[in-house]
Structure formats: structure tokens, C-alpha cells
């Protein structure tokens, strides 16, 4: 893109610091980091550099990075889903197909895409209110059994 700022090695690092300091404990190369962020605007990983952090350090398989990622932005993507249907069973269901998508996909996860353009949690809010809504319309296709009969 013409005109767009990316990262030059002293951003890239300061970025890295202040998502290790937010992230306490999670653990991500200084290499693997550096590696990702070369390509991204600056504006975005001065604004969303410890979000990165963490996207990156769960696709990177740090096991307390998916824990934050679980109790610190997936769980909390659920309030738009509860909007859509309460039921804890299909708010669960959600939940384990996004986190599936996100950190598996079908060979490629999709939270590589995630570019720090806004907050994670805004992002994977989205994914999961988008999985819910093509949940729900499957669910309504489908033939409905009629009572006792």
C-alpha cells in the first residue's frame, strides 16, 4: 500500500516489549515476533501490539497464552452470541467452533489474519456473532419433527 507506514526494528521491538509486560508469563520468540510484525503498520502495533502478542504466542502453541485467550477474549465474544441465542449449549457450541477456526482452521487458523487493525476481542466478538448467525440459519433449514407425531 502506498503511503502506509510499516515498522521498522526499534517499533517492532517496543511493540514486542509492552505485549510481553501485558501479558505476563506468555512467552513469545523475540524472532517469531519480529517476523509477523515486519509486515504490519505501524499504526496498528503501536495501538494493538499486545493483542498481536498474545494472537501470536496461541498460534505459536504457548499453553498459558491460550488460557488468557480463552478467559480474555473468547468467553467475553460470547455476549453477542447470548444476544442471538441464550442457551448455554449452543453458546458452548460457538465458542468451540470459533476457538477451532481460530486456532486450527483447515490447515491455516484464521487469527493469522488478524492484523491488530482493532482489539482482539472486538475481532473475535465478530467471528463469533457471524459463527452463531450461520449456526442459527443451518439450524432453520433444517426439516422440523412435529410433537407426537
Do not use: N
Amino acid at each position: 500500500m502506498a503511503g502506509v507506514s510499516v515498522a521498522d526494528a526499534e517499533q517492532i521491538e517496543r511493540a514486542r516489549t509492552a505485549g510481553a509486560a501485558a501479558h505476563p508469563g506468555v512467552t513469545l520468540a523475540a524472532e517469531a515476533f519480529a517476523a509477523r510484525a515486519g509486515a504490519l503498520e505501524v499504526a496498528a502495533l503501536e495501538a494493538h501490539g499486545a493483542d498481536l502478542y498474545l494472537a501470536w504466542a496461541c498460534l505459536a502453541g504457548d499453553p498459558i497464552a491460550l488460557r488468557r485467550f480463552d478467559d480474555g477474549v473468547l468467553r467475553p465474544a460470547s455476549d453477542g452470541v447470548r444476544a442471538i441465542d441464550r442457551s448455554p449449549a449452543f453458546v458452548d457450541e460457538v465458542q468451540q467452533r470459533v476457538r477451532a477456526h481460530l486456532l486450527v482452521g483447515d490447515g491455516s487458523p484464521r487469527l493469522a489474519d488478524y492484523a491488530g487493525r482493532g482489539p482482539l476481542r472486538a475481532w473475535v466478538a465478530v467471528a463469533a456473532v457471524r459463527t452463531a448467525l450461520m449456526m442459527r440459519r443451518a439450524q432453520g433449514r433444517k426439516p422440523h419433527e412435529r410433537a407426537g407425531g
